[in-house]
């Protein structure tokens, strides 16, 4: 009898945690990575108006890194050593920030590989290639003839071209002219930039659109590749209160280009070479890794017209935000940020539209496809406000929904909502890794949040912004996704991607192999280190190893002078950088990895004897990792004189 | 000399070959800033990191101590000792080859003295690395050294350095037992006869 009352219990409970496997460890189970262990997944978010990228762990919601891109970094030098400051050159000059919204990680077969990852600048049109084993940004390219770099930097699945597009349209070519003809001046590019050689990202070409405001893009994969989507909306063409005047008709378009159509076009000659003058920054990951501008002076424009077949619109409503395509290649979902219903198209039947002309008119040589002929379905009364779609890679979509705050999840394929979850509040982006690509790791959700209030403790009027774990990793059929932590995000995160740590990790550098820096003052040994003025230029050839630099003593600068301190970390152990700040340098401080040589600049303005030292507590003789530079006054003749310990060099 | 003792001294010098590929001894170095632990790997002929730049993060860890600099090129020891052993290969051969009992009596006197001469040196290089310190090094624990163990693990402030002969140790153990045995064989012989 007892023994029966046992067994009976022993099965209700076991049968209890084989049926509820994914509820059978809380929340904070699943988001706890004990010491040890790592993270499962490396997510990348965009900082938004910081214009940086920020890497975080998941589940754990831990910041790992901020990488800097498009925005000056004093935390290590980025955008002011003399190895990084060419990065951030246009052809407007050097601009210390910018505005990073879409990371998209380089794709093979359309999985992300774990390459390189690359992001977009919305206010001065540019995109830039992550390394990602460095996880240092190695290229920047501006993009000319475009205002408000928005749909961009989505991948092809083979990371051929990535996209870049004019959120806002401008005068093309740039021009005076009164705003209020908008409608005859302004025009949108659609532009394709290779991406698959780094060092040699350009602009493969152009496509001239109307002026519409061209939002956001995703390019097809499977059956569909070799076309990119691109939202529009504006196409009232206002130029001026646009919250009323472009939210007018009932429908905008996404704008299908086909890129292998451009292609024949470009082989055929069917383009125009256009003269203008944009950067493109490379600094390469190994070498010298100095950056360098290389000015670019002309791009291939396609003419709609000149190209027939190349760009069709199809009808989408209303001021429709992103473009998203589904794993299979098959359909296109595009978010109607103002419409009752998130519309899908069906890639073969814009196909079958095409073939059989099911126009419903023309814009400017583009033909508009009927709207009836290509939808697949309207999800109806999915929630309010819907903008970004991601994918779990089992068949449901889900959808962030600005207004009602929520994501709404459903079979894109039976059109079927299949229930909400809440975010806090006002979700933007959200994001599943792999999501957007062929083969989602359909395990957790991401929302990013545009408003925070209660969420965390305030921190005066300006607050963190928020984003939600949740595990996905159960059907969504029959159990909804589970609630798992609120974790902070620096700066505005836009898109997000993340990709399996297994694959990163291993390939994560540790430090520079020394013998293979070709830096031009890169100082590989103490007794290389010197002190060369070529006239009122100074070259310090500085090392720094535990725990001294070597020259710590220099003599004979004088003011008027401009010192390089060009400072070598000889030490080849992970995890060993060293800092270089000196006193008054109106840059920033130097962080040096193992290996690596980088430059700070520096021009005395008062005689006197000022130090100079290691930021990063490198050592347990840290502090006494520090030095002194004299500077004399114009024109007096104290010799260089410099050195570390009893010797002391001077130079006649 | 019978064939067994031949065909012993000839496997004893031929097995001595391997020590020119195998290390001789390993020490390695775990404190709690690496994980990993550090690695130092003594041959013949040579002294390697575990990892590439071990030997370097080795000395760059010593120098705050003042321990001396491990520099391969000013170890002699690694210059005499490939030496010694293709020697005494050349000999263990020229032993079986020719068949001569007072060969092979010293090659085993030799491989016992050689063996026990190495032992010697090592753990005298050890004391003197561990004991003869920089007075102006910048981290001075009084009474403290530095010596490394050379069977075992030992505590030496925040490292924990184990070390332990490889393989190259235990080719020549075998090689001398095998030599050893050779000339034991060819002593129990002459014995008999007599
Ligand atoms: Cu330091």
Known sequence: MKSKVKLALFSAVAAGIVSLPSMAQSPAEKVYVPHGKHDEFYAF???GYNGQLSVYGLPSGRLLKVIPVFSVFPMNGYGYSEETKAMLMTSHGFIPWGDTHHPELSQTNGVPDGRWIFINENNTPRVARIDLKTFETTEILEIPFSGGNHASAFTTPDTKYITAATRFSVPIPQKDVPIAEYKKYFKGTLTFIRADK???????FQVLVPGFDYDLAHCGKGPSYGWCFFTSYNSEQAHTLLEINASMKDKDYIAAVNFKRAEECIAQGKYKEVKTKYAHNYRPDEGDRIARTEWKTSVKWIIPKECPGVVYFLPTPKSPHGVDVTPDGNYIIGGGKLATVIPIHSFEKMINAIKNKQFAGEIDGIPVLKYEAINHCEIPNPCLGPLHTEFDGRGHAFTSCFISSDVVYYDYKKCKVLGHVPTYYSVGHLMIPGGDSAKPWGKYLLPMNKITKDVFLPTGPELPHAGQLYD???NVENTKPQFLLDLTELGEPHYAQAIPASILEPKSLKIFELEKNTHPYATKSEEEAKVVRKGNIVHVYMTAIRSHFTPDNIEGIKVGDTVYFHVTNIEQD????HGFAVYGARTSNLLIMPG???TLKWKPEKPGVFPFYCTDFCSALHQEMQGYVRVSPKGSNVPIKYGTGEEMHTVK | MSWISRGLIALASLIMIGIYFQPL??????APQYPDGLGMIIWVNKITGKNPH??????????????KKIDPNSIPELKILPVIFGFMIFLGLLTAVTGSKKLLYAWAVLIVLIGVASLIDFWWWEYDYGHNLNPHAPIKIPGMAYQPPMFGCKHLLNFKACAFPSTGTYILAVSGTLGVLSAFVEFLRGRKKA
């Open chain 1, 45 to 47: 978010l965009s900082g």
């Open chain 1, 472 to 474: 996905i990793s159960a």
């Open chain 1, 596 to 598: 690596e040589t980088l």
């Open chain 2, 54 to 67: 071990d030997l370097q993060n080795i000395n760059l860890l010593n120098h705050y101590v003042g321990m």
């Open chain 1, 574 to 577: 992970w995890d060993i950088p």
């Open chain 2, 25 to 30: 001894w390993k020490i390695r170095l775990y």
């Open chain 1, 198 to 204: 780094p060092g040699k990202m350009d602009i493969a």
